[in-house]
């Protein structure tokens, strides 16, 4: 069965400083797709990044980045410029057909 | 256009009442989900539809109902509440092939169960 694993339960980080949040997920499938999604305080799931299994090139969206290794089954999120507004839960999920598994999340607080 | 809608915010259930958790969308989107989210822990599938009058099961589906009689609405019903069931519900839709696309998530319910 697919797992999602964030090892990290909390993190820190000094505001405009680069953080970095892992996840490793374990498939047998060579075709599939990982999303980091970000859970403010107001509880809402917004997507933060998309990275599709099939595709080397890393995913960015502006100050957030992906280190997709597949061969490792590692798959974290780079967050450049870190700002008041990032903090959150981080939530790495997997998906492939109609299934999508969720890591239990990241705490990241931002220290000014 | 609001997106995902979610109605109520939150509630109080005692143990065996019923309710229905409403979500609506305005993108017309054909993938609609509901999940629920424990303290401290990741989203569950609970169903799914992939289009009206179409649903099925997720990862967790005991307990509960769904139906989809329009594209726009996807209620989720609760029949017999148990405390187990206390949890943030989420409910979200995509455009196509659900999990490979961006989902949009609604604000979430959160339900106590006592």
């Known amino acids: 069965a697919q797992t999602v694993t964030q090892s990290q339960p909390e993190m820190s980080v000094q505001e405009a400083e680069t953080v970095t949040l892992s996840c490793t997920y374990d498939?047998?499938?060579?075709?599939?797709?990982l999303f980091w999604y970000k859970q403010p305080p107001s509880r809402q799931m917004i997507l933060v990044i998309r990275q599709e299994a099939y595709k080397q090139q890393n995913a960015t969206e502006n100050r957030f980045s992906v280190n997709f290794q597949k061969a490792a089954k590692s798959f974290s999120l780079k967050i450049s410029d870190s700002q008041l507004g990032d903090a959150a839960m981080y939530f790495c999920?997997?998906?492939?057909?109609?299934?999508?598994?969720f890591g239990k999340g990241t705490r990241l607080h931002i220290l000014p | 256009n609001a997106g995902v809608t979610q109605t109520p915010k939150f509630r109080i259930l005692k143990i065996g009442q019923s309710m229905t958790l409403q979500c609506t969308q305005d993108?017309?989107?054909?993938?609609m989900y509901w999940y629920r989210q424990d303290p401290g822990m990741g989203l569950k599938l609970i169903y799914y539809s992939v289009g009206a009058g179409i649903t099925d099961k997720g990862e967790v589906p005991n307990g509960y109902n769904v139906s989809r009689s329009t594209t726009e609405d996807f209620p989720l019903r609760l029949e017999l509440a148990a405390p187990s069931q206390t949890s943030v519900y989420f409910c979200?839709?995509?455009?196509?092939?659900?999990?490979?696309?961006?989902?949009?998530f609604g604000p979430g319910t959160r339900l106590l169960v006592l």
């Open positions: 993108m017309n989107h054909n993938y």
């Open positions: 979200a839709s995509s455009i196509f092939s659900g999990i490979r696309e961006t989902q949009y």
């Open positions: 999920a997997y998906s492939r057909d109609d299934k999508i598994i």
């Open positions: 498939t047998s499938e060579s075709d599939y797709y």
